[in-house]
Nanobody
């Protein structure tokens, strides 16, 4: 079965950086896409970024463009989200999700979700 494990969250001051990891396993196909989402208390879940193993396409929400970078280490089956210049409004639980059928980012609908990792950015 597909398994996703998000990690790397923590506490950081505004302007700092964190790198989140999404370790994936059990994918039935070579082509797939991984997306990062976040949800803050009292707010709806929002898509943050996406990377496709199908064609290498990426996607970033306007709120994180220029600050976050998504990348993939295919040998380790791990997708990373490098988060720089963090702001208090970035505070949320961050989830990674998988579309096992792949395609170009952004992905309309994801098939599997991980548990998430907490990111807290203080002023």
């Amino acid at each position: 079965d597909v398994q996703l494990q998000a990690s790397g969250g923590g506490f950081v001051q505004a302007g700092g950086s964190l790198r989140l990891s999404c370790a994936a396993s059990g994918f039935p196909f070579d082509d797939y896409a991984i997306g990062w989402f976040r949800q803050a208390p009292g707010k709806e879940r929002e898509g943050v970024s996406c990377i496709s193993r199908t064609d290498g396409s990426t996607y970033y929400a306007d709120s994180v463009k220029g600050r976050f970078t998504i990348s993939s280490d295919n040998a380790k089956n791990t997708v990373y989200l490098q988060m720089n210049s963090l702001k208090p409004e970035d505070t949320a639980v961050y989830y990674c999700a998988a579309d096992v059928y792949g395609g170009s980012c952004p992905i309309r609908e994801y098939d599997y979700w991980g548990q998430g990792t907490q990111v807290t950015v203080s002023s």
